[in-house]
Structures are given as structure tokens and as C-alpha cells.
């Protein structure tokens, strides 16, 4: 049973552009959250999302941040218009269905590391 | 606002030494608590998790401890090896909430 996956592992992107952060969660589940490592700072939440809604976006930026999980497919994480502030690692994990009996543990990815030029 | 804090920053001891990693929040109202351990460059891997209702957690020479009621957890390390060196991450659930509140952890290391 694979982890959790994402790609790519490195980006870099001048400022300006746009960047998009895939993220595959473990067999069957079905929940996703995305966390910020900016440097020298500790894990931030950002954004929770299940198949096709988005429940809890407190952290997200307002601006230029978006995220989905859709039907079919990975959760995407897409930022656009880059500036070099957003140079981070982005973590994505994800966890059982609710009342399937487990804590609802949740599993991190490896992450992506974004260098904004 | 649940707040988390690590206490120390860093740590540095001689191999085979125990050692003991603070972590405290100011919401008592968790759900679970969650160690980690974050090695440069790479993601996070689940060490233990403590739901609210437990005082402690043990895996191998790991074990951690909860008190809800103080705001405080411990991790407590036995025999330390040299591959134990990496930073470990404390995380909070807060009740009613699925969005995990992390401390700014601790960098061990253990000199050979």
C-alpha cells in the first residue's frame, strides 16, 4: 500500500508564474490537507478538503491560493502568480473516512519544495 | 487560538544518553496529540499518536505522555543513537476540528 504521494518533489518557478503541487492520498482515503513549511518556521495549516468539496479553508491566503480534490485524480494546489515569499515546502496528508473506526490518523506525503527565482 | 510550543529548540547529547523533548498547548480541548519525526529535506513520519482519553503511548524506546489537563506532553527517548538525530515535531487535533496545530519542534542531535 503506497503512502502518500506527491509531485514534483522540487519546483522552482520565476516570479510571476504559476505553480501547481500534485497530491496522490494513501488507498481509500479520501480526506487531503495541505500544510506550509515557510523557512525556519514551524508546519501551518491551509486548507481540508474531501472528494469534490472543500470543508475548511481558515488557512489559505485570500489571494492567489486555490485548492481541489476532484472526483477522479489527485488534490491539486495551485498558486498562482508566484512571488518569492511563497518559496516553501508544501506538505499534503490525508486519512480514513470519518467513523470507520480509526483515530483518523493522518499521513504525510513527502512534500514539494518550492523556489520561487 | 490554540498555541503550541517546543521547548528546547535544540538539543544536542552524547549517544546513549535518555533524553526527554517538552511540547505544551494552551487549549486543552484536544482531540489527539501527535509526535513526528521531520529528517532534512524530507517529510514528516508518524512517531506516536496520544488520543485525549490516554496518559501515554509506547513504541519501541519511544514513549510519550499526555496531560490535558496541564497542556503538556513529553517524548521521551531511551538509549539514544546517533540515527535518532533529526527534528521532532509535536502536533495537536482540536476538538471538533480535523486540522493539526504544530509546535516548531525540537533538533535533536546525538554525538557518536
Known amino acids: 500500500n503506497a503512502g502518500v504521494m506527491q509531485n514534483p518533489r522540487h519546483l522552482v518557478r520565476r516570479r510571476g508564474q504559476e505553480a501547481r503541487l500534485r497530491c496522490s492520498p494513501m488507498?481509500?482515503?479520501?480526506?487531503v490537507y495541505w500544510y506550509r513549511q515557510l523557512p525556519e518556521e514551524g508546519l501551518k495549516f491551509m486548507v481540508y478538503?474531501?472528494?469534490?468539496?472543500?470543508?475548511?479553508e481558515s488557512g489559505m491566503p485570500k489571494e492567489r491560493f486555490s485548492a481541489e480534490f476532484p472526483k477522479e485524480g489527485p488534490s491539486i494546489l495551485r498558486i498562482q502568480q508566484v512571488v518569492r515569499g511563497d518559496s516553501a515546502a508544501y506538505f499534503c496528508?490525508?486519512?480514513?473516512?470519518?467513523?470507520?473506526?480509526?483515530?483518523?490518523?493522518?499521513?504525510f506525503g513527502p512534500g514539494t519544495r518550492l523556489t520561487v527565482l | 487560538k490554540q498555541e503550541v510550543t517546543q521547548i528546547p529548540a535544540a538539543l544536542s547529547v552524547p549517544e546513549g544518553e535518555n533524553l526527554v523533548l517538552n511540547c505544551s498547548f494552551t487549549?486543552?480541548?484536544?482531540?489527539?496529540l501527535q509526535w513526528f519525526r521531520q529528517d532534512p529535506g524530507k517529510g514528516l513520519t508518524s512517531l506516536l499518536l496520544?488520543?485525549?482519553?490516554?496518559r501515554e503511548q509506547t513504541s519501541g524506546r519511544l514513549n510519550a505522555s499526555l496531560d490535558k489537563s496541564s497542556g503538556r506532553s513529553t517524548l521521551y527517548i531511551a538509549a539514544s543513537q546517533p540515527g535518532d538525530s533529526a527534528t521532532y515535531l509535536c502536533?495537536?487535533?482540536?476538538?471538533?476540528?480535523?486540522?493539526?496545530?504544530f509546535g516548531q519542534g525540537t533538533r535533536l542531535t546525538i554525538n557518536p
Open positions: 496528508a490525508s486519512s480514513v473516512l470519518q467513523g470507520g473506526g480509526s483515530y483518523n490518523e493522518q499521513f
Open positions: 488507498k481509500g482515503h479520501s480526506h
Open positions: 478538503l474531501q472528494k469534490e468539496n472543500i470543508i475548511d
Open positions: 487549549d486543552s480541548a484536544i482531540y489527539n
Open positions: 496520544i488520543q485525549s482519553s490516554q
Open positions: 502536533a495537536v487535533r482540536l476538538q471538533g476540528a480535523q486540522k493539526l496545530v
